[in-house]
């Protein structure tokens, strides 16, 4: 048998503990891809964050630290300035990134650290039971607001790109999508660029990845691409929010 | 030997380097010393003080809770630190600023033109020398020469020219009886 | 080994750090340490070393836990409310073993309190601080020396023993200036050796992992278990304190840090009057010198505990005295500072209770 896409070297050979049509397998395999094809994978240090990804650490096959809810663009920058040889990511979820660690989100783009960001957006909290997340939908029901988000009660969702946009020392911020084939390939162009970005010590990269949670939203798989495809897309546009024009940061910063 | 001192007045009269300065002196002197400010939001207006010793043996306290020497260089402090002099001791007074006098009859009053000096120096900054020098004059504890020699050392951007201008009102604070 | 300098004890802190190999600091504004980000700020750079004033103490210590996973030295100060924001992953850091090490220049509490010196964080300090069953090597400094020759101590033992390390100190060893020698050889980052668990570059070797949990059944009870066994060895190994004149007292004042130098004047106002009085400083406050408390409770008469705080030290010398003899508290909490004559004054009362010339409480 003739095997055409093997498992990314950067991807541990284990049984992943994700739910049948969660997205963060998929979002995994992209940034394996990413670090196999730039070749960076054994000076790569990821940033495992508190929530369904927290067993990344596991799953990819390079150094890796997990850290406090919400700090990984901290620890990044801690490992980043103490190591600037090494390629330094943080893998984020929503509740993650944009709720409880929104300081150091802002913060470490405010201060354009050469790192690169991978946020996982699917609407909801993964691990602690499908609660309202930052980006959780107008409408959309949650555990803790089981009538649908109200913006008397909840106010309006995080856009995530659109406000680190603002920010000088944000370069490269891009939504992508993983609903269907043709998006996940799109999605893989943008990870694979803000590493790249990394390489070139252009400064500080983010990917806003729109993603399914089918168990918290009791859903289908299925259905849960038709919810990113029907709802979020109108809520979290795609495209790029800063293309990482012009050229090096000062990468004497240590 | 053991001299504990308080200095005090406006953020700004150099209460705080006066203190520096006494406790390098003393170090180079050969003392055992310590210095300690007040800090923070207190710095800003109102009242800056310090603490500092000069000993021949270990400092204990860094904070001088019953001073054998206050100086007092602006009103509020004297009120401040009237209470809290050891019995016999001394009180130097900024007699260009502060009007008040102390009350006790136990304790000896220097009284200096601090300001008068400095002023007539074309120097109006460094009054609180004149107070150090009336200080190394009236308790023995450090000499003005001991003083002059920190000066470079405390202020390490400052001039030849303007050190010699604090030497000479550490002299005049010390000339004074 | 180096010239007579006058400092500060928060600049005699910050240059200690760097001569003991410290290269990298992260921190946030808070007084009565200022002064050592602001030290740090220019002098980390002179040496190749990275500043960074964080967002937030919770980003700064988190920032550390970064750092620190790549085996260099790292420091972060702050004050009593700054370093209750640290405790989270000061927890973390216990948890995934990694050897950091910070100070504490302890204020007024609680809440915003004040910004006076005092050591109402001690409880913090010595019991761990955040979540989870851990602890922390602590030094409690009560001089500017000591405050510069301590880090390259704590930078050791944290090593040697995979824990974290903090200096508790307050407003005034911080503000304070003292003449210091640094005692000890600069240390050379490059010299030292690279730990076998630091993250970096997997070229040739098996990826690493820096974590503190593991959620299969039993695994994290194992690892607790095993970091205790190195807890119980920092107990047996690592005590320090310094006993001053406790062979013949008939009471012994124990304190530490500030509390102790107001202490020692009392001691030798004690001494001056013929009085049996002796003074036990902790210098280490986990661990706590136990043994060396229960050797004197079987041969002083009393002991009396000096502290700037509600009462937490006394604790300690209680569970340590545990009923021998009676242990009496001289407490001054949030900011204020005990003074050699009034606990010179109590000591003279217990004297007297002790010869029943009178019968107190």
Redesign the interface.
């Known amino acids: 048998m003739l095997l055409i896409n093997p498992r990314p070297e950067s991807l541990v050979d284990v049984k992943m503990h994700y739910c049948p049509g969660c997205g963060h397998g998929v979002a995994h395999r992209l940034v394996a891809e990413a670090m196999d094809e730039l070749g960076i994978r054994e000076r790569t240090i990821g940033v495992a964050p508190v929530g369904c990804a927290v067993f990344s650490d596991d799953y990819f096959n390079c150094d890796m630290i997990q850290g406090a809810h919400g700090r990984g663009p901290a620890i990044a920058t801690g490992l980043k300035r103490t190591r600037p040889d090494c390629i330094v990511f943080s893998y984020q979820g929503d509740g993650d990134l944009a709720s409880i660690g929104m300081g150091e989100t802002i913060h470490s783009a405010a201060r354009g650290e050469n790192i690169t960001i991978i946020f996982i957006n699917n609407a909801t909290y993964g691990m602690t039971g499908g609660q309202m997340a930052p980006t959780t939908l107008m409408g959309q029901k949650a555990s803790t607001c089981p009538l649908g988000r109200d913006p008397q009660v909840n106010g309006y969702p995080i856009k995530v790109c659109e406000l680190l946009a603002q920010l000088e020392g944000a370069r490269y911020l891009e939504r992508v999508s993983l609903h269907t084939a043709a998006h996940v390939i799109k999605a893989k162009k943008a990870v694979k660029k803000a590493f790249q970005n990394q390489v070139d010590g252009k400064g500080f990269s983010l990917v806003e990845i729109l993603s399914t949670c089918p168990t918290n939203m009791g859903i289908s798989p299925l259905e849960a691409t038709k919810f990113i495809a029907d709802k979020m897309l109108a809520q979290y546009p795609l495209g790029v929010y800063k293309g990482a024009e012009g050229g090096k940061i000062d990468v004497s910063r240590n | 030997m053991y001299q504990g001192i308080r200095i005090s007045g406006f953020g700004g009269q150099g209460i705080i380097s006066s203190g ?1 300065l006494l ?2 002196a003393g ?1 180079l002197d050969g003392k ?6 007040s ?3 207190e710095m800003r207006g109102g009242t800056a003080n310090c603490s500092v010793v000069i000993s021949s043996e ?6 001088v ?2 001073p054998d020497t206050v100086i007092i260089m602006n009103e509020p402090s004297l009120a401040k630190f009237e209470p809290l002099v050891k019995s016999g001791g001394l009180m130097i007074i900024n007699e260009s600023l502060v009007k008040s006098r102390p009350k006790r009859q136990d304790i000896k009053v220097v009284l200096v033109p601090c300001n008068q000096i400095a002023a007539d120096l074309k120097a109006p900054k460094i009054a609180n020398m004149a107070a150090l020098g009336a200080f190394c004059k009236h308790t023995g504890a450090l000499s003005v020469e001991a003083v002059a020699k920190a000066l470079p ?1 405390v202020f390490k951007r400052a001039k030849p020219e303007i050190l010699a201008l604090n030497v000479e009102a550490l002299k005049k604070g010390a000339a004074l009886n | 080994m180096s010239e007579k300098l006058l400092m500060k004890g928060n600049e005699a802190f910050a240059e200690g750090t760097v001569r003991a190999g410290c290269r990298f600091f992260a921190g946030y504004p808070i007084t009565p340490q200022n002064e050592v980000p602001e030290y740090m700020s220019w002098r980390l750079p002179e040496v190749g070393g990275s500043f960074i004033q964080a967002e937030s103490e919770v980003a700064a210590i988190n920032m550390l836990y970064g750092a620190a996973a790549t085996g260099i030295r790292t420091m972060t100060s702050s004050s009593s409310p700054g370093i209750s924001l640290k405790q989270e992953g000061i927890s973390y850091c216990a948890g995934a073993d990694l050897p950091i090490f910070y100070a504490n220049v302890a204020r007024g509490g609680p809440g915003l309190g004040n910004i006076a010196g005092a050591q109402g964080d001690y409880f913090q300090s010595v019991r761990g601080g955040g979540h989870g069953d851990y602890r922390v090597f602590v030094m409690a400094p009560d001089s500017v020396s000591e405050m510069g020759n301590f880090p390259l101590h704590c930078y050791e033992v944290a090593e040697k023993y995979r824990v974290p390390a903090m200096i508790l100190a307050d407003g005034i060893l911080g503000q304070m200036m003292e003449p210091l020698e640094f005692k000890f050889e600069t240390v050379d980052p490059k010299s030292l050796k690279t730990p076998p668990w630091a993250l970096g570059d997997c070229t040739g070797r098996k990826k690493r992992i820096v974590r503190s949990y593991d959620l299969s059944e039993g695994a994290l009870e194992i690892m607790t278990l095993n970091r205790a066994k190195r807890y119980k060895e920092i107990e047996e190994k690592e005590v320090l304190f310094e006993a001053r004149s406790c062979e013949d007292a008939e009471l012994i004042l124990v304190a530490y840090g500030t509390s102790a130098r107001a202490s020692t004047a009392a001691l030798k106002m004690a001494r001056a009057q013929g009085l049996k009085v002796g003074l036990l400083r902790p210098i280490t406050l986990w661990p706590f010198p136990k043994k060396k408390i229960q050797e004197l409770a079987a041969k002083t008469s009393s002991f009396l505990v000096v502290e700037m705080s509600l009462g937490q030290l006394v604790d300690d010398v209680r569970l340590a005295v545990d009923g021998r003899v009676p242990v009496h508290l001289h407490a001054r909490p949030s900011g204020a500072v005990p003074t050699g004559e009034e606990i010179f004054a109590q000591i003279q009362e217990e004297l007297k209770a002790q010869k029943g010339e009178y019968v107190c409480y």
């Open positions: 520096v406790a390098y170090m055992e010393v310590s210095f300690f400010p800090y923070g939001a270990e400092v204990t306290t860094p904070v809770s019953q050392k």
